[in-house]
């Protein structure tokens, strides 16, 4: 069966702290797809990233990172120095080879207090 | 490019009424989705569509119908209306192929209630 798994239901930070939000996810699939989306208070879902199966470089985008490990199968995203902005609640989610349909998890809400 | 939109932003239903949430693209995505996403949790899917003419369930396909007859539209039909259906609906395309699939973008979302 295919599952993500975000166990962290809440997070809260001060400012410019560093956070790091886990994403654990299963499939029998060897080729499939992670996201992650940025969910803010006003409610649209925003796209952050998109990683396939066979590419296990971290990236990094601007104060964002992410750690792609298929021996875990962890999906890790990381907010370096944190911002009152980065408040939201992210998905990671698993798109595998059936028309490509997103198994989400159920998400982080992150709180950044100044 | 106007990017996803839906239709309406809100609606209040009586219960056994029906509606349809409207959606449409202008990014000439092929594939098209419509979730669902209950107060503090991640969202469902419903129904999806690879193509105009081909749609297909979801994990909760249950008291709705969609059809597509282009590639830009993918309209949600829901039947008799029950207060389980009270929820977020989001609709998402995407340019993906058999063997890649590429990330959705979303529409801003229908808050519907049922009562």
């Known amino acids: 069966a295919q599952k993500v798994t975000q166990a962290q239901t809440e997070i809260s930070v001060v400012e410019k702290e560093d956070v790091t939000l886990d994403c654990v996810y299963e499939?029998?699939?060897?080729?499939?797809?992670l996201f992650w989306y940025k969910q803010p208070p006003s409610g649209e879902l925003v796209f952050l990233i998109r990683?396939?199966?066979?590419?296990?470089q971290n990236e990094i985008s601007g104060r964002y990172s992410w750690n792609f490990q298929k021996s875990t199968s962890s999906f890790n995203f990381t907010i370096t120095a944190s911002q009152v902005v980065d408040s939201a609640v992210y998905f990671c989610?698993?798109?595998?080879?059936?028309?490509?349909?997103?198994?989400f998890g159920q998400g982080t809400e992150l709180s950044v207090k100044p | 490019n106007a990017g996803v939109t839906q239709t309406p932003k809100f609606r209040i239903l009586k219960i056994g009424q029906s509606m349809t949430l409207q959606c449409t693209q202008d990014?000439?995505?092929?594939?098209m989705y419509w979730y669902r996403q209950d107060p503090g949790m991640g969202l469902k899917l419903i129904y999806y569509?690879?193509?105009?003419?081909?749609?297909d369930k979801g994990e909760v396909p249950n008291g709705y119908n969609v059809s597509r007859s282009t590639t830009e539209d993918f309209p949600l039909r829901l039947e008799l209306a029950a207060p389980s259906q009270t929820s977020v609906y989001f609709c998402?395309?995407?340019?993906?192929?058999?063997?890649?699939?590429?990330?959705?973008?979303f529409g801003p979302g229908t808050r519907l209630t049922v009562t």
């Open positions: 998402a395309s995407s340019y993906s192929t058999q063997l890649s699939f590429y990330e959705q973008y």
């Open positions: 499939t029998r699939d060897t080729t499939y797809y």
């Open positions: 990683r396939n199966s066979f590419d296990e």
């Open positions: 989610a698993l798109s595998y080879n059936q028309g490509g349909k997103l198994i």
């Open positions: 990014m000439n995505h092929n594939y």
């Open positions: 569509s690879v193509g105009a003419g081909i749609t």
